[in-house]
């Protein structure tokens, strides 16, 4: 079956850098198209960035767009997202998502890595 | 950017009752091409990852049961729980894929009344 296993996360200072990972079993990740999106403690969901199968294409929101990397190795079936600068608005719970085969809604869900930016 | 709206913000409905959530976008989610509304609806129960019930608005996923039901088209939507079971009490949120950003509805919580 699908697995999406997210790891990284932690607590880190205000300014500071963090790599979180996603690591795809169960399905042609190279195939895909792959999302992160975050939800903040107790809060609603917010889509942070998208890359294409293929890597090829990558788009975020605007509130991360310059301080955050996603990109994927599909030779390792793992998607990255690379986290600079962070800021206290960045806490959050990060999951990483499979898009569906025929549109950008998400077939499947990791567990999600919680990221605390905190002094 | 396209803001979703969720209304009502939670619902208390008792078990064996409809309950309906309503979703509105900002702009068209409908693509005249095909026709298709790039609008999905999650579920999530507390503790867990969301889960995907219904995409192209209408579309339920493998697996989800058929009391749940999604229709509308533009720019108004509805979730349909036709017959609230207790494995139901969750949050549930509207998703747009028309466009990036793509943007969620901030969420209706249902319970059981």
Redesign the interface.
Known sequence: QVQLVESGGGVVQPGRSLRLSCAASGFTFSSYGMHWVRQAPGKGLEWVAIIWYDGSNKNYADSVKGRFTISRDNSKNTLYLQMNSLRAEDTALYYCAREGSSGYYYIDWGQGTLVTVSS | DIVMTQSPDSLAVSLGERATINCKSSQSVLYSSNN?N?L?W?QQKPGQ????LI??ASTR?SGVPDRFSGSGSGTDFTLTISSLQAEDVAVY?C?Q?YT????????TKVEIK
Not at chain 2, 49 to 52: C, E, G, I, Y
């Open positions: 298709k790039y999905a999650y990852p969301p889960k995907l995409y192209w996923e949120y998703h894929y990036t950003p793509f943007t969620f509805g901030p969420g």
